[in-house]
């Protein structure tokens, strides 16, 4: 991130922060969607989030730290703004039944549907872990320090949330198994 | 591919299905929300405006050594202070000899506005350990050992070792865990602590070089022990007949209102050894 750039939207300077959008809004909205599970309410979220970031530049210590001090400010939106979005169980992907051919691709589509709804079970502070993890790529120091939480805490919700999606995937295995029967 | 790949290739694929491009509608209306919005003035003040003289420096420097000799004076006055309570907790070692009596740790015999009462908490029997425990009754059994804590090797392991009796809150924010090893005759409680301190995951260096500094008396079922504060769990170990016994809570000290140790004590006041002594399979001795 260019520190300059950071400095100067810090100072109120509109046309810097606009270009700082444009560098972190994909990665915020990635983040969002993942942990939300709901592609508009992200984009809800992000908006709140990033005219948040706008408002509260001026205290941003060190501009060097501009991208995790925005994640944090981008989860806390995704915590505020969650409990009251009642759509989270409209978007479960309806799988086809009994695909004889393309076992693989039904395999692949079977296992991403078990892991959305596991993963759409698990608290948001867990998916948040999970998220800036395996998807931002952060260590858990990092991630622990992003999110304000000690490292254990850390740990413990990466445990739990890798704990759901893994045995929602070995769900989705023992059906394959099961449908495989059937066929044979 | 085994499970783990086919796992991780599943998740990988989760994770990235999507896309992550934001609608430039959504730019626009945060573009033009924050002509209109004004940001935040930073109240800091600046550390000085003015050089110092060496003279302000003196005198400054010698207010801050008279605050900080009143301040150690009124923190070493005599108190009857047990240990985690309000008084100041004894940065000595741990004292093997210390009278269980003067080692309380129930916080019911000193209350304090954190107080916790255990008299709801569901007991729990490790037979493979050899004693009894009690948890908070909204946790959870998360683990029940299924197999010895051995040394080194799951010094190096995390909370959720299949060694260990791990105890969760409902929303999973902190761990508690209990086990217990044999150890050579002659180990000392301190040496073993050091050991397992350099090896243990959630370690971070300083703590081991600042252990005594990190250290309290403890007590449990009626034998002294030592409570140590690492920086992010707190631990409390016991050295009974030849037994090395462990109560972990994996959290940092600040986590809870009036301190994880605290919590700690509370599960210590809970713990009674078993009469016969681990069963079987955990009384095999440990290479310590």
């Known amino acids: ?184 | 591919m085994n499970d783990d790949q086919a796992f991780d290739q599943a998740t990988r694929a989760f994770l990235e299905d999507g896309p992550d491009r934001t609608r430039a509608a959504t730019i626009d209306a945060v573009l033009l929300a924050v002509r209109t919005t004004p940001q935040e003035r930073d109240l800091r003040i600046p550390w000085r405006t003015t050089p110092m003289s060496n003279l302000m420096r003196l005198v400054t420097l010698a207010v801050l050594a008279l605050l900080v000799i009143a301040v150690v004076a009124f923190s070493l006055r005599p108190t009857s202070g047990a240990v985690g309570g309000g008084g100041s907790p004894s940065p000595s070692s741990p004292s093997p000899t210390a009278s269980p009596s003067a080692l309380a740790a129930s916080p019911s015999a000193q209350p304090t506005p954190y107080s916790i009462d255990t008299a709801t908490w569901t007991t729990y029997t490790s037979a493979r350990y050899g004693f009894s425990i009690s948890h908070p009754a909204d946790w959870f059994v998360h683990t029940t050992a299924t197999r010895d804590w051995t040394y080194p090797a799951d010094a190096t392991v995390d909370m959720y070792s299949t060694a260990l009796e791990t105890f969760v809150n409902g929303d999973s924010s902190i761990a508690a865990a209990a086990w217990s090893v044999a150890v050579k005759s002659g180990t000392t409680l301190d040496a073993w602590i050091q050991a397992y301190c350099a090896l243990a995951e959630s370690s971070v260096p300083s703590d081991c070089t600042t252990m005594p500094g990190r250290t309290v008396a403890a007590s449990m079922d009626g034998h002294a022990g030592s409570l140590v504060r690492f920086t992010q769990d707190t631990q409390a170990f016991f050295l009974v007949n030849g037994r090395i016994y462990v109560v972990a809570i994996w959290q940092a000290e600040d986590w809870i209102p009036g301190g994880v140790s605290r919590l700690l004590e509370a599960y210590l006041s809970t713990m009674h050894l078993l009469p016969g002594g681990p069963g079987p399979s955990g009384a095999s001795p440990s290479p310590s």
Not at chain 1, 112 to 131: M, S, T
């Open chain 1, 1 to 184: 991130m260019d520190r300059d750039l950071v400095e100067r939207a810090r100072s109120g300077d509109q046309a810097a922060f606009a270009d700082l959008v444009h560098q972190v809004s994909d990665t915020l909205l990635g983040i969002a969607r993942r942990i939300l599970r709901d592609p508009g309410l992200a984009e809800d979220v992000l908006q709140n989030a990033l005219v948040t970031i706008w408002r509260k530049l001026p205290h941003l210590r060190e501009p060097d730290r501009f991208e995790a001090w925005a994640y944090r400010i981008l989860v806390n939106a995704c915590y505020a703004d969650a409990p009251h979005n009642r759509r989270w169980a409209s978007t479960v992907r309806v799988l086809p039944i009994d695909r004889e051919n393309d076992s693989d691709e039904y395999q692949a589509l079977a296992d991403r549907d078990e892991l959305e709804q596991a993963f759409r079970r698990v608290p948001l502070d867990q998916r948040a872990v999970f998220v800036l993890h395996h998807h931002a790529g952060l260590p858990l120091v990092a991630v622990a320090e992003v999110l304000g939480i000690p490292g254990g805490t850390a740990r413990s919700r990466l445990h739990y949330a890798t704990r759901a999606l893994r045995a929602a995937f070995e769900a989705s295995r023992a059906q394959d198994h099961l449908r495989e029967g059937r066929l044979a």
